[in-house]
Every structure is written in structure tokens, then in C-alpha cells.
């Protein structure tokens, strides 16, 4: 299988597991990457997903260039096309759930494979991880959301620096412009994500996917919208036994059980 799925204590890792394909996206990898995705966000035994790569050379190269071919559909066909028939940058583009997902990147992340990571909550890097969106140089685009996400990641200058030269940057370099949040050794990368994961995962499963989608839909809106709506999610939190039992946990001086009710 060339993607993997683990759930234990509510946390899902993902593996992408083609190392010797520089763990790169072949057309089922992109079909098991939307059963996963669609798995993380239906499953209540799921608070929180890790996603990482086998192997220590590389987190994703982008497409296999060596098994995704050209389609045969026009633009407008996949575009505006019946389901199914979506190319690989529409796919990766539309991955989406609202649980919180790391990406704990161990090694290249080059063109789709840096997409693939920005579509992540939190990215965690190897100090040898490596990071490029090249598409420029070959006269091509990041066509799976780069252009768009990687500018609200780190900022315009950082950004544009990285999307017109196509050059690669280092995990320090990923470090100081906040593409990444953490940088640890090679073999402290997955220690460090589960510990991530564990901690998110402890807290109350509503109120985490509320900070999501308010971050989310937060940042697209003015200032005064992205208040009234935090207001709005405030007052339907507030009365949930989850919120109870924070509150009581505190109180009793113990670890709140989160329920998701």
C-alpha cells in the first residue's frame, strides 16, 4: 500500500510509503490520500492526524512523473467534469478536514509534496528536510494551492522569493520564515509529532475543531466579521459537557475526559 493509516489513543498517522520512489504521488496514492482524509473527518476515534513519509530522504517529491501521465480530458472536463474525473493538483488541492493535522517532514518536500504539507495545521521539520516549489523553473506552476497557501504560511516577500526562483531552502531557513513551526533531529521527527499530536488530542474535540474552522474562515474575513463569528461559536461551546467538565476538572485540580459533547 503506498499510503498507510494507524489509529491509537485517537491520534491517525499517515504514512506515505514509497520510499523508493522518493515517497512521490502515483494515482493510487492520490486515492487512498481522499479515503484517508475523508476517514480522519467521519471517524470519532480520530482527534488528530500526523502526516509523515517512510524513510529519511524524502517527505514527497509531488507526482510520479513515471505514472501520471497526461489526461486525456480537456481542462474543462476536469474542472467542471463529473466526479472522478479530477487531475492530480485538483485532488491535492481539495484534501480538507476539519480535525488538526501535522506534518512531521523528514526529508525533501519539493513541488506537490511541499502542497501536500501546506494543506497541514502545523508542519514539524528534520533539520535535513529540504523545501522547494520548482515549478517555475520547467515552465509550469504550483497548480495544487502553492501560490495560494504558501503566501498566507509565511507572508508575501518570503513567499514570492520562494514561488519565483524556485530555489530550495533548508529547515532553518524553513524555521525563520515560519513555514515550518519546529525543527528537531532526524531521530527525534516522529517522538516530536506524537508528542504534538497527543497533546492536541487531550483537549476537548469540539472546541479544537472550532479554533480550526475560525482560524480558517477567520483569516478570508474583515476583522469586525472574524469577532462576531468567534462570538457566535463561543456561545455554542459554552453550555457543552466538555466545557463542564474543563471547568470542573480544573476545579477538582485533575485531567479533564473530554467526551465530545
Same mark, same amino acid.
Given at each position: 500500500m503506498p499510503v498507510t493509516l494507524q489509529i491509537k489513543d485517537y491520534v491517525a498517522t499517515v504514512t506515505l510509503d514509497r520510499p523508493e520512489a522518493m515517497n512521490s504521488l502515483d494515482p493510487e496514492s492520490i486515492e487512498q490520500l481522499k479515503d484517508?482524509?475523508?476517514?480522519? &473527518?467521519?471517524?470519532?476515534?480520530?482527534? @488528530?492526524?500526523?502526516? +509523515? !513519509?517512510?524513510? +529519511?530522504?524524502? =517527505?514527497?517529491?509531488?507526482? %510520479?512523473?513515471?505514472? +501520471?501521465?497526461?489526461?486525456?480530458?480537456? =481542462?474543462?472536463?476536469?474542472?467542471?467534469?463529473? *466526479?472522478? *474525473?479530477? &487531475? =492530480?493538483? &485538483? @485532488?491535492?488541492?481539495?484534501?480538507?478536514? %476539519?480535525?488538526? @493535522?501535522?506534518? !512531521?517532514?523528514?526529508?525533501?518536500?519539493?513541488?506537490?509534496?511541499?502542497?501536500l504539507a501546506l494543506l497541514?495545521? @502545523?508542519?514539524i521539520a528534520s533539520s535535513q528536510a529540504i523545501f522547494s516549489l520548482p515549478e517555475v523553473c520547467i515552465g509550469s506552476i504550483p497548480g495544487a494551492g502553492g501560490t495560494q497557501r504558501l503566501i498566507r504560511a509565511v507572508g508575501r516577500s518570503d513567499a514570492m522569493l520562494m514561488l519565483l526562483t524556485g530555489e530550495r531552502i533548508d529547515a532553518a531557513e524553513a524555521l525563520r520564515i515560519g513555514l515550518v513551526s519546529r525543527v528537531v533531529e532526524p531521530e527525534q521527527l516522529q517522538a516530536s509529532a506524537e508528542q504534538l499530536a497527543q497533546k492536541i488530542a487531550g483537549n476537548a474535540p469540539m472546541a479544537v475543531t472550532a479554533v480550526k474552522r475560525l482560524a480558517q474562515i477567520g483569516i478570508e474575513m474583515p476583522l469586525a466579521a472574524g469577532l462576531e463569528l468567534e462570538q457566535h461559536a463561543f456561545g455554542v461551546l459554552r453550555d457543552s459537557e466538555d466545557r463542564i467538565e474543563g471547568r470542573k476538572a480544573f476545579a477538582e485540580k485533575r485531567k479533564p475526559e473530554f467526551q465530545g459533547r
Open positions: 484517508i482524509w475523508a476517514e480522519i &473527518s467521519c471517524n470519532p476515534d480520530i482527534r @488528530v492526524a500526523i502526516l +509523515t !513519509a517512510a524513510g +529519511t530522504r524524502a =517527505f514527497c517529491t509531488g507526482a %510520479d512523473l513515471k505514472k +501520471t501521465m497526461p489526461p486525456k480530458e480537456s =481542462f474543462a472536463e476536469l474542472h467542471y467534469g463529473p *466526479a472522478g *474525473a479530477e &487531475s =492530480f493538483a &485538483s @485532488v491535492l488541492s481539495k484534501l480538507h478536514t %476539519d480535525k488538526p @493535522v501535522i506534518a !512531521a517532514i523528514n526529508g525533501y518536500a519539493l513541488g506537490g509534496g511541499l502542497e497541514c495545521d @502545523v508542519r
